[in-house]
């Protein structure tokens, strides 16, 4: 089949209508061209909760009229239980939301306008299930790209991250206890407000129920592709970004499925043909190649490309934002980075060098450590970038270089071993790979973390013994990155990482015996190895500032108690779509506290108010939640409130305590 260059008229459905077996109808919008009845197309299928009306409009705009343009018919679903759809959504892919995505694929390939392949593509949760529906293998499923996803629920995802607990998986709750709490578009169900008031009484508050899983068990391995590759029959473009919480799953899914392709940028977790910090690709175009190859039988010659194409990052001063980042593409014509040497240096007194040498360094940081880590998933466009790292370095066990002698391109996972102690059972410990500058400055390069109850097993963690030696192993997350000759490498190990992570219930002092840095190392870089086009877009998406956007995370001291506390506030403003009229405002609000000196002294609250407005129907919902803990046991507590023109039509409190399981 011969490439056919010629752009086609293309028509759009806002509301296509997707009965499932059961009964309940899912909502899709679809753009494909005008004459697909006549001359049909492969379907590109997005699949998410995220609300196709007003919730992931701006994308959607840039990227599926412009695929329709070129010969397919691109199909965006609102999941069971979110926006325009009918049913309620109980968890994040679960059973139910996979077989609804299969039966959506074989459902869409027998319509008279598609050729019957289908392709799914999607950035996080549309990145996971793509995954995860491709691992069923429906026959129609021929490709996936998966953008910002994960292979490992428990190791890679908002939830946990080395056995320890994230706060993001309270933060992330929050967002979904916010999301899923919204009415359809009354314009589009006559019975909205019957759905809406479904979903208020059936919706689950998501970190109870993450909460009560706090080792990798069977819930976990639901849905992590890694526990079987080879049920992947789909082709595999992978993408990620350094400025992302999801660019592990690149290297690894293009090192074990075969055929993938991997490339990752210096982006955020946003699409590349409009991420920051730039350069961006033509993603768009790079896409189109994948699609044409395999849903449509056309010679691109993307099985030729390189297995894994990254950007190798400069270094720069740090900063918790940033628009650039100066580098250069290179390229893994075969695997991506199993096969990168490692240099080995060590920890000892003289620093982290060549030379062995017997250590003993206690390290008990204190609680509010881990201020510059900024947020775990970039991706509001504030200040969520990791700061200059020298406060956070002065709580921490830290091991320097020399100054570099000449440049070092850092490219994959360093692994650190180390030999230590705790004088407590539960502890744990966070690495940072820092770049020092010459005026002291220290930009953060890759981190991991570690809940020394899991060193040797997530599935059935113990606890530390009590003052004995014990080594451990940690990855620290891939990344690649230039340290320029006369800057130092810094190891910096600390026993607290807040608010990235929850603390344990008492603060430990972890004893340093000796260690070792295992460094990939890669050929440096002298220009660029590989090229993409510009990036290029369909027309954004019309709509009406009716109140404008803003970000602002502020730390404050509390002189008198001398409790920490960080708020942020998300207000992503309040806008009129142009074209149907819908108005949509959201403001997110999170306070994150914590006092030095007593990790039970920690709290997390989260506050957000929707608001959706059709002609003289105004709805709002106010969805909050609080957690702390004590000694033993988790404390968690939310409220959902939904008005109607600013009158109380429901509310629900929720309250729960979990005993905390090696954490």
Not at 40 to 46: A, D, K
Not at 267 to 292: M, N, S, T
Not at 477 to 500: C, E, F, M, N, Q
Request: proline share 7%; net charge negative; with cysteine.
């Amino acid at each position: 089949m011969t490439l056919d260059n010629t752009l086609r008229d293309i028509e759009e459905v806002p509301d296509f209508g997707l009965t499932l077996g059961d009964g309940c109808r899912l909502s899709a919008r679809v753009w494909r061209p005008v004459d697909a009845g006549d001359d049909p197309v492969p379907v590109i299928l997005e699949y998410l909760p995220y609300r196709k009306r007003d919730g992931t409009c701006a994308r959607d705009a840039l990227t599926h009229p412009w695929f329709a343009a070129r010969g397919y018919a691109c199909v965006r679903v609102d999941m069971r239980g979110n926006g325009d759809s009918e049913g309620v959504m109980a968890d994040e892919y679960t059973p139910q939301e996979l077989s609804d995505a299969v039966e959506v694929i074989e459902m869409l390939a027998a319509e008279p306008w598609c050729s019957g392949t289908v392709g799914m593509m999607g950035i996080s949760w549309g990145g996971f299930n793509g995954l995860q529906v491709a691992a069923l293998a429906p026959e129609p499923l021929k490709a996936v790209i998966t953008l910002c996803s994960t292979v490992d629920r428990f190791a890679d995802d908002i939830h946990y991250k080395g056995g320890c607990l994230l706060n993001e998986n309270l933060g992330w709750g929050a967002t979904m206890w916010s999301y899923s709490s919204r009415a359809p578009d009354p314009a589009l169900r006559e019975n909205w407000r019957e759905l809406w008031l479904q979903r208020l009484e059936n919706e689950s508050f998501l970190p109870s129920v993450w909460l009560r899983h706090q080792r990798r068990d069977a819930y976990w391995q639901h849905g992590s592709v890694i526990e079987d590759y080879s049920a992947i029959k789909a082709k595999v473009l992978a993408i990620g970004g350094w400025g992302d919480a999801y660019k592990n799953a690149v290297p690894q899914l293009v090192q074990a499925l075969p055929g993938a392709k991997g490339i990752v940028g210096p982006w955020v977790h946003k699409y590349p043909h409009f991420a920051v910090p730039e350069p961006r690709i033509g993603f768009l175009q790079e896409a189109l190649r994948w699609w044409d190859h395999w849903l449509k039988g056309i010679d691109t010659g993307v099985p030729d490309d390189p297995d894994y194409r990254a950007y190798l990052m400069d270094s720069v001063p740090p900063a918790r934002w940033y628009t650039e980042r100066p580098g250069r593409w290179v390229a893994e014509a075969d695997g991506a980075i199993s096969h990168i040497p490692h240099r080995t240096l060590y920890l000892s007194k003289h620093g982290l060098s060549d030379g062995r040498g017997p250590i003993s360094v206690p390290v008990n940081s204190p609680q509010d450590c881990g201020a510059e880590a900024g947020e775990y998933c970039a991706i509001w466009l504030g200040p969520e970038m990791p700061g200059d790292q020298r406060g956070d370095d002065a709580m921490s066990a830290c091991f320097d270089t020399a100054a570099a002698d000449h440049d070092t391109d850092i490219f994959g996972a360093p692994k650190v071993r180390l030999q230590l102690s705790s004088d407590q059972a539960q502890a744990r410990i966070a690495v940072r790979l820092c770049d020092v500058h010459p005026d002291g400055s220290s930009t953060r390069i890759t981190y991991g973390v570690l809940n020394l109850s899991h060193r040797e097993d997530a599935e059935e963690p113990v606890p530390m013994p009590i003052n004995a030696p014990v080594p451990v192993e940690l990855w620290l997350d891939t990344i690649a990155y230039r340290l320029p000759k006369g800057h130092r490498l810094r190891l910096a190990v600390s026993t607290s990482y807040w608010p990235l992570l929850w603390p344990a219930p008492k603060a430990a002092t972890v004893t340093l015996l000796g260690g070792s840095l295992h460094l990939p190392v890669r050929r440096t870089a002298r220009q660029d190895e590989v090229s993409f086009p510009p990036p290029t877009a369909a027309d954004p998406w019309q709509t009406e500032t009716l109140r404008d956007a803003s970000n602002t995370r502020t730390r404050e001291i509390d002189m008198a108690s001398g409790v920490v506390t960080l708020r942020i506030e998300d207000d992503f403003g309040k806008i009129r779509d142009s074209d149907h009229g819908l108005i949509n405002g959201s403001v997110a609000r999170e306070e994150w506290a914590i006092h030095p000196d007593d990790p039970l002294s920690a709290t997390g609250a989260c506050h957000w108010t929707d608001e959706l407005e059709r002609d003289d129907v105004r709805l709002r919902t106010e969805t909050r939640c609080r957690m702390w803990a004590d000694a033993t046991h988790f404390h968690l507590t939310a409220r959902l409130e939904a008005y109607e023109n600013d009158v109380l039509i429901y509310e629900r409190d929720h309250s729960d305590r979990i005993e905390r399981d090696h954490l």
